[in-house]
């Protein structure tokens, strides 16, 4: 162990923040009193105890670099029931038992080694990558100021700026004009938006102001809050909440139903055309239908802005016609593709989604935030009133608290993450990742198309795609199989591809991810593919040559 660091030298003896040095000699002997507790509450004044805070902010900082610098390590080379053994114990110790600087270096020595590293240029599979190493000094800074951006009484100025945020990235997708901007970005009657956890909470909140929204004051019924959903149905003459969305739907859609009491059946999947977008005949063809029926509403029809799976994203115009036309609020769940917008190059792929009346953005996928932040953004600044709660002891009524139009009760101050993030980056720096990342799937995809054992499957639109290995063999039979013996054929393809993923993820260098796709809108059944998302800037042509030659060989050795 270094000496380096992990010696804190507080004034007064052994404690909590004792040094490593001491420790060693009086092994538990660690107490917790009040002399301690005022030693990790205290902030340090004096030159020796700044510096050994100071360290092991740097232990944080740099421990981390070889772990950063190795390769991906998702393997089994342990395997979790294995890890899990050594995790069983659940007894809380009376005393404590290591001091901070132990602590931080278990988890750089023992813990970090176990985890996934996501920052690996190697690490194509999810949309999870390396942040920008700023993020780990933003993260910091919001946990030293702690604010509670539930109400002003806990956050004051960090309320103010969670809402020109929000109106910054409102303009960025609806455009609105600057009077309208002017009017709204610090109005504590309206609001643009609101910050989440997470893209399934950003989505939920859309679904919620849809169905809260469908039904308005009549007789004595007054709101699905006050009345529930029960009343509202009966008092409606509904019999049936529906929600519409493509195959390539994310199923934080049928949460969201599970929590607004729709029912997930009643998430209605509309199939997708070959380029997997939303097939827009149907999708008019199910509206249709469903009128008919009478007593079923249509809560929302979701519009999905980068797929989950594919990246691919829906014909947002022709559906945002379709809505305005049938009078459907029109959710896109950007939640992926948000961001693009920063991109002067590919921002017109989103094109229409500035007619939403809701888009969920997630903070922590291509905003390269760190992990824990979605959006969900209104175009009419009063949508949000339809979920707004109250609570005497929080937000009063006519408070202007950020508390009471959102889903979550107490957040941290995630808005001046990504505040000083747009600051740091521009919109130009933010594009250059994007940019990079649709352009090097773009070459990824040539590379693909160029080997004879690989068949490209979706082809990127941004910068996800998905191929598999098609062996010759195979690929031949393919070109004349029917029916029976074509799902045969990929059936054993499907086990192929699964193995292949498999083996390259145990070896730990490099990491895809694979899901299941149709290959053609009409067939029964659905095949493997690997996925790929390529968000790191570091993730270089080289790198992907790697690991398709790594899965060849892999294939090979089979
Ligand atoms: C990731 C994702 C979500 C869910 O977001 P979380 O942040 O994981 O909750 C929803 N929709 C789409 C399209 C996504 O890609």
Redesign the pocket.
């Known amino acids: 162990m270094s000496s380096s660091f992990s010696f804190f030298s507080l004034p007064g003896n052994s404690t909590w923040t004792q040094g490593h040095k001491n420790l060693r000699k009086t092994t538990g002997q660690l107490i917790a009193d009040r002399k301690s507790l005022d030693r990790v509450f205290i902030r340090p004044e004096d030159e020796n105890s700044k510096k050994t805070l100071v360290k092991y902010m740097e232990q944080i900082l740099f421990g981390l670099h070889d772990f950063l610098n190795r390769n991906v390590g998702v393997t089994d080379e342990i395997s979790l029931t294995e890890l899990a053994k050594n995790y069983m114990d659940v007894e809380i110790s009376d005393h404590p038992q290591k001091n901070l600087g132990q602590v931080i270096e278990d988890i750089i020595k023992d813990i970090a080694p176990k985890a996934v590293n996501v920052a690996s240029p190697y690490f194509i599979g999810h949309?999870t990558s390396a942040l920008p190493f700023f993020m780990v000094h933003l993260k910091a800074i919001t946990a030293a100021l702690n604010q509670n951006v539930i109400k002003m009484e806990t956050s004051k100025v960090l309320a103010v700026i969670e809402r020109q945020v929000l109106a910054k990235i409102h303009r960025l997708i609806f455009k609105q004009s600057h009077d309208f901007y002017q009017a709204h970005v610090q109005n504590t009657r309206t609001a643009l938006g609101a910050f989440t956890?997470?893209?399934?909470?950003?989505?939920m909140t859309a679904m919620w102001v849809a169905r809260n929204r469908l039904f308005p004051p009549k007789d004595d019924f007054s709101s699905i809050e006050e009345d529930g959903l029960f009343k509202a149905m009966r008092v409606h003459n509904t019999d049936r909440v529906v929600i519409l969305v493509s195959r390539r739907g994310?199923y934080?859609l049928r949460k969201a139903s599970g929590i607004l009491g729709l029912g997930n059946k009643n998430i209605i999947i509309i199939d997708v055309k070959p380029d997997h977008t939303i097939d827009t005949d149907k999708l008019k063809q199910i509206i249709q239908d469903l009128k008919q029926e009478g007593r079923t509403k249509i809560a929302a029809i979701v519009g999905?802005a980068?797929?989950?799976e594919t990246g691919t994203i829906d014909p947002l115009q022709e559906m945002a016609d379709i809505c305005e036309q049938e009078q459907i609020h029109f959710h896109v769940?950007?939640?992926?593709g948000g961001p693009i917008l920063l991109s002067q190059t590919y921002a017109h792929l989103l094109s229409g989604i500035e007619r939403a009346d809701s888009v969920?953005i997630?903070g922590?996928?291509q905003f390269y935030m760190p992990m824990g932040t979605?959006m969900v953004y209104f175009k009419n600044a009063l949508a949000l009133d339809a979920i707004a709660y109250h609570a005497r002891y929080v937000n009063r009524k006519g408070s202007v608290d950020l508390g009471i139009k959102t889903l979550e009760g107490s957040r941290e101050a995630a808005c001046l993450i990504l505040d000083a993030s747009l600051k740091i980056m521009g919109a130009k720096g933010y594009a250059l990742m994007i940019d990079h990342g649709i352009e090097t799937a773009k070459a990824f995809a040539e590379k693909i198309d160029a080997r004879p054992e690989f068949e490209l499957v979706t082809p990127p639109v941004l910068n996800i795609l998905t191929y598999r290995l098609v062996p010759m063999v195979f690929r031949q039979k393919l070109k004349t199989a029917r029916g029976q013996t074509r799902k045969h054929l990929n059936q054993e393809l499907d086990e192929i591809n699964i193995r292949i993923q498999r083996i390259q993820r145990e070896a730990g260098k490099s990491f895809v991810s694979r899901t299941r796709l149709k290959l053609v809108p009409e067939d029964d059944f659905m095949v493997v593919v690997l996925r790929s998302v390529i968000m790191n800037p570091y993730t270089t042509e080289a790198i992907l040559d790697d690991i398709l030659d790594e899965q060849e060989q892999i294939y090979h050795q089979l």
Do not use: P
């Open positions: 949309m956890s997470g893209g399934t909470t950003a989505n994310h934080s999905i980068g797929a989950t769940d950007a939640a992926w969920t997630d922590h996928k979605g």
